[in-house]
């Protein structure tokens, strides 16, 4: 059930059921007039069936599944221009759903709740030294982050047992953590141990971590370079080395790198990655660039009480810049997603929830964060490596949007934009370089990003969404963006039902299939994303790990399972006919990852080269043809024996699972060279069956006299 959580000025809040035509189905009251309010789910699981289907054993949290506000009264009336005079208070509201009353209401880690109390509604003050001006949730760990002027306040989110009772209660307790900002945020963000915030000019995103913990990349800092290493010093390493020289702690024949060498200015990293290096999913190359390379107006310190201690990791810093006329931009939406995995890592920077209150069970789950800023013309999507790798230039996905934008969502497949014209869609690429880490594959990011979707609407001011839908406001001309009390009737709420992948993967297989003969590279870039869609849902969660939904209640996981197979055949088929030698060895991989048997990827090219043939295409007959000859080549050199006898795959040890596959692999190969080699695919056919046989035992262990036989009549030619 999809609920929407509207607070009235009558200081109530009303309860709607979205698949029920927006039905009212409760209200709950609050202490004074709501400015902001935010769910959190953190607690809330779905039915077991749910669970079983991902195979994976769900935490429970007791509770959770509150809803938190910001209330006072605003000078500005509307609650939108806070300013720290104003009175205001962060509230929590606990069984909110059960639509019991009277309220009951407690102070934040200094009241305990009764046990008759544990079933009512029960409002949660969070007790602040300064005025609250904003706040945010975190989905996954339950704490709050609390906006006070120029300072961030981190507020933890615990469950507690009552005395000599097994019932719970959660509760929330001022960390003494703090960071102190140079600008005033307008929007706060947090997720696990990253925060991101920004002010009407400013941006930053930054994470938090106990002292003493570094991240993998400065652990790579400190190891010896090789000498081919082109990646170049960054200027902190450079001076670190000199230092040690100087003090006699290291010789200068030590030097890692040879001259001359690369050295990464901050400035020029800062700048490159304000830019975004424009070239990576955008499409686009910025004329003037929007941002202030390596803004010193942007900048954050910590305070911290705590045993381990805490340091703060800028990740991001931006400023918008003026343009010849002196007007300045300013930051609209603020938006966080993170993106988990199945598949779990390991590092020293991963800590119990029980040890860091930042993180929670899931944290070496969590691959990477996207962060969406979007200012009136443009968004800019960055995604950071939470697995320890953090990067200094953030990878970044720029979209540009074709009208003056008001707000900006994410979901799990697109980006929605909503501008004064009407409803935008884009693909999104928050979780394509998991996607590639995950597959053992390098998806292209230089394609342009894709405008799937263009509606026109009237007087929309609010745009939301869930897991299936999304919801907007639309209200007359001049009337006020928040309605007022007595004319609700003025306003219109739309619920639009989302795709499903699997809706959106063929819609975009359909409309690549039909530029494939007159634009391959659209129909490449269109198989690519419908891909990446897929295997969102196959590889990685579609929502926090608390909340394990179905991808659409129309399509079953097995489904899924299908199309990314398919997805995989499909870009491997369009792989295996380059030119290219290096997009030949990426199509292997590619068979790989769809769990084709052996037999069926060859039996495909040989059919994709029975339907050349029929257009009397030689030079693409030959070039399917040495194709096949590289596929097979790169499955028999990746098989390796495991000490068992069986054998290995050093992708997918299931492509040799028995002797059927094994000999009929060897077979292929050896007949392959009793045929005549396709020119330019390998320079001494002789010698490199010898390097085959030397390199995979498959050949000898099933084929020993074939391949002896072919030796020597190779030896004889010669």
Known sequence: ?????????????????????????????????????????????????????????????????????????????????RNPKDSAAVRVYTNWETGLEPMRARIAGRVTPSRCETNSLEMIEIPMKRTPMGFACCQTT????????RTLCLYTYSVHKLESSPLTYIDFKDSDLSLALSFAPTNVRICEDLIATSGKHALLVCRISPEGIRNQTEEDDRKP????????????????????????????????????????????????????????????VHHTNP????????????????????????????????????????????????????????????????????HSPHRNNLYGVAVLIATQQE?????????????????????????????????????????????????????????????????????????????????????????????????????????????????????????????????????????????????????????????????????????????????????????YCKSCVLIADYLVISDKRDEIDLATKWYYRSGLPLNEVVERINKNVAQREENDDEKLKERIDRARCHFLFNVLTHCRKKPDGSYKNEYIETICKDDQTCRFLANSVLDEFEKQLPPQTVENPANYLAYLVLNSPILADYALQRTLDLLQQSTAKK
Not at 16 to 29: C, K, Q
Not at 389 to 411: C, G, K
Request: charged content about 20%.
């Open 1 to 81: 059930m999809f609920r929407l959580l509207i607070a009235l000025a009558r200081h109530v809040v009303e309860v709607r059921d979205l698949e029920a035509g927006g039905a009212v189905i409760s209200t709950f009251p609050t202490a004074d007039k709501v400015a902001l309010i935010e769910h959190c789910k953190t607690g809330e699981c779905f039915s077991s069936r749910f669970l079983n289907l991902y195979k994976l054993i769900i935490r429970s949290f007791c509770l959770g599944n509150y809803v938190a506000t910001l209330e006072g009264k605003f000078r500005s009336g509307d609650g939108k221009g």
């Open 142 to 149: 339950g704490n709050i982050l609390v906006a006070c002027w």
């Open 225 to 284: 370079s090789s000498p081919c290493d082109d990646e170049g010093l960054s200027m902190k390493r450079l001076l670190k080395m000199e230092r040690d020289i100087l003090v006699g702690k290291k010789s200068s024949k030590s030097f890692p790198m040879p001259f001359p060498m690369t050295v990464h200015l901050p400035s020029v990293v800062a700048e490159r990655a304000s830019r975004g290096n424009c070239s990576p999913g955008s499409g686009i």
């Open 291 to 358: 941002f202030v390379a390596d803004p010193v107006d942007v900048k954050v310190s910590i305070s911290c009480s705590w045993e381990m201690g805490a340091q703060v990791e800028t990740l991001l810093r931006l400023q918008l810049a003026g343009d010849l006329s002196g007007n300045v931009d300013q930051f609209g939406s603020l938006v966080i997603q993170p993106v988990y995995s199945f598949t779990a890592y390991k590092g020293e920077h991963v800590l119990s929830p029980k040890v860091w209150p930042l």
């Open 379 to 563: 968004g800019y999507l960055y995604h950071f490596a939470m697995d320890g790798r953090a990067s200094s230039q953030p990878w970044v996905s720029i979209y540009p949007f074709t009208a003056p934008v008001t707000t900006v969502v994410l979901e799990s497949c697109a980006l929605h934009a909503l501008t004064e014209t009407g409803l935008e869609t884009y693909t999104l690429r928050s979780y394509h370089r998991t996607l590639a880490k995950l597959q053992h594959v390098n998806l292209p990011e230089d394609d342009p990003i894709s405008l799937i979707g263009l509606r026109p609407f009237l007087g929309v001011k609010q745009l939301l969404v869930t897991d299936w839908q999304l919801v907007l406001f639309a209200s007359p001309e001049g009337s006020p963006s928040i309605p007022a009390e007595g004319k609700s009737n003025l306003w219109t709420f739309y619920s639009l039902k989302l795709p499903g992948p699997e809706v959106l993967f063929s819609d975009m297989l359909a409309v690549g299939e039909s530029h494939k003969v007159a634009s391959p590279t659209t129909y490449r870039q269109l198989l690519i994303e419908a891909h990446c869609i897929i295997a969102r849902y196959n590889l990685l969660y579609p929502s926090i790990p608390e909340l394990l939904i179905p991808p659409s209640r129309e399509c079953s996981y097995d489904a899924i399972r299908s199309l």
